[in-house]
């Protein structure tokens, strides 16, 4: 609901914008129809031709632009090749799976050499094995076309695995854009932090010159908050534990919950009466009610603007 379909659709050239501009490098693609854009879109539901074979759906744009039939055949073959399906090319797409479909929308896009390719939510009607493969596929395909992928999706997973860059958005506003790593470790607001993974958030007031005063006590962290009163925020898998007191920002705790999770402990620690989660090592065991040392390393806590 914040405006990731509506921003793909005005790229395309299905909507209008009601204000600014649209470019790509040098050229203005508001003043395009959608059909002479340089772009191609992957929808959410695939919308294959029923009554096409696989070659034929691949194949559609480039007969639309009149393609010799050598050429169509070479690229066609080797955009099936690319994406695996060359052993389909003579199915329908109601003989297709979930995945063989989506790679024939890949396909079918990709083979006419757009300079961008919009991708809405194209995984998301998958399997979350299937999901995690075409994930990979994906970004394969993406760096051996050296196409521009605009991929909108509302799972944070995959918006890490895939992505060179993130746009969040909220609002029909951008929140934060940057590299996955920028904006997973270093969210710039409340939004981000619980958007994008999970955090740990902590409210505190600007206590002199690089430290914030916390219901868990006083917090050094790397840079001193704008604000008199806001929010720091830390990742799960950021935050120590010790038995004993160690490190900058080290505070007496209590474990409260334990989840084992197969490739990490979740704990619960009760710090100052306030829960904090934590992530550990899954050979690094700890009973309940065991009293621990918790460290939030200052360079780890994030100020968060609001």
């Known amino acids: 609901g914040c405006g990731k379909t509506t921003l793909l659709r005005i790229i395309a050239g299905f909507e209008l914008a009601d204000a600014g501009t649209l470019h790509l490098g040098r050229q203005d693609l508001a003043k395009l129809a959608p059909h002479q854009r340089p772009v191609n879109t992957v929808f959410q539901n695939y919308a294959l031709f029923p009554h096409l074979s696989v070659f034929e759906n691949v194949a559609f744009g480039l007969r639309s632009k009149k393609v010799t039939d050598t050429e169509l055949k070479r690229r066609v073959g080797a955009m099936m090749e690319a994406t695996r399906i060359a052993d389909l090319a003579e199915r329908r797409p109601a003989q297709l799976s979930g ?15 757009p300079d961008v390719l919009l991708l809405d939510e194209p995984l998301s009607a998958l399997d979350a094995n299937l999901r995690h493969d075409l994930q990979a596929e994906l970004k394969s395909l ?17 918006a890490i695995a895939v992505s060179d860059r993130i746009l969040v958005m909220k609002d029909g506003q951008i929140e934060q854009e940057g590299t996955p790593e920028d904006v997973y470790e270093r969210p710039v607001s409340r939004f981000v932090a619980e958007f994008l993974g999970r955090a740990n958030l902590i409210e505190g007031r600007r206590d002199g010159e690089g430290r914030v005063a916390t219901e868990l006590g006083a917090l050094q962290v790397a840079s001193s908050p704008a604000w008199e009163r806001g929010s720091l925020a830390i990742r799960p898998e950021d935050v120590e ?66």
């Open 241 to 306: 534990i010790h038995l004993q007191a160690q490190g900058t920002n080290c505070l007496p705790g209590t474990v409260k919950e334990r989840l084992y999770r197969g490739d990490h402990w979740e704990l619960r620690v009760e710090v100052g009466g306030t829960l904090l989660r934590v992530i550990t090592e899954p050979d690094h065991e700890h009973s309940l009610e065991q009293p621990v040392f918790v460290e939030l390393p200052a360079d780890d806590l994030q100020v968060l603007r609001d």
């Open 99 to 113: 995945g063989q479909k989506q790679r024939v929308a890949l396909a079918r896009a990709l083979v006419n050499e």
């Open 142 to 158: 993406q760096r051996s076309s050296t196409i521009t992928f605009i991929l909108v999706t509302h799972d944070q997973d995959e």
